[in-house]
Nanobody, 123 residues
């Protein structure tokens, strides 16, 4: 499965961006999908996850209430709507597909990864 992220860019603090992740295969629709991010000099952290059918979502405390993850199974696409962005949200954002069908924050469960898209939030 190949995952391709898009939608990153430069935005001012308080602004919004919508990231998209498109998968190359239909089997993506049976996997939970997550978004992770890695800021310069820091480890990659879990941001949000969604179950295979979209019924369950999980968020890190740092983005809860500001970010929304959703998926369109017919289009093999997962979105991350980011609002009220802060400079500390600056990072490379990665989409990943899990070996599980349930949403999980454990990076070890994710077996397919995209190459990432850069989000820069200016103050």
């Amino acid at each position: 499965v190949q995952l391709v992220e898009s939608g990153g860019g430069l935005v001012q603090a308080g602004g919004s961006l919508r990231l998209s992740c498109v998968a190359s295969r239909r089997t993506f629709s049976n996997n939970a999908v997550g978004w992770f991010r890695q800021a310069p000099g820091k480890e990659r952290d879990f941001v949000a996850g969604i179950s295979w059918n979209g019924a369950s979502t999980t968020y890190s405390d740092s983005v809860k209430g500001r970010f929304t993850i959703s998926r369109d199974r017919a289009k093999n696409t997962v979105h991350l709507q980011m609002s009220s962005l802060k400079p500390e949200d600056t990072a490379v954002y990665y989409c990943a597909a899990s070996r599980t069908s349930s949403s999980t924050s454990a990076s070890s469960q994710y077996i397919y990864w995209g190459q990432g898209t850069l989000v820069t939030v200016s103050s």
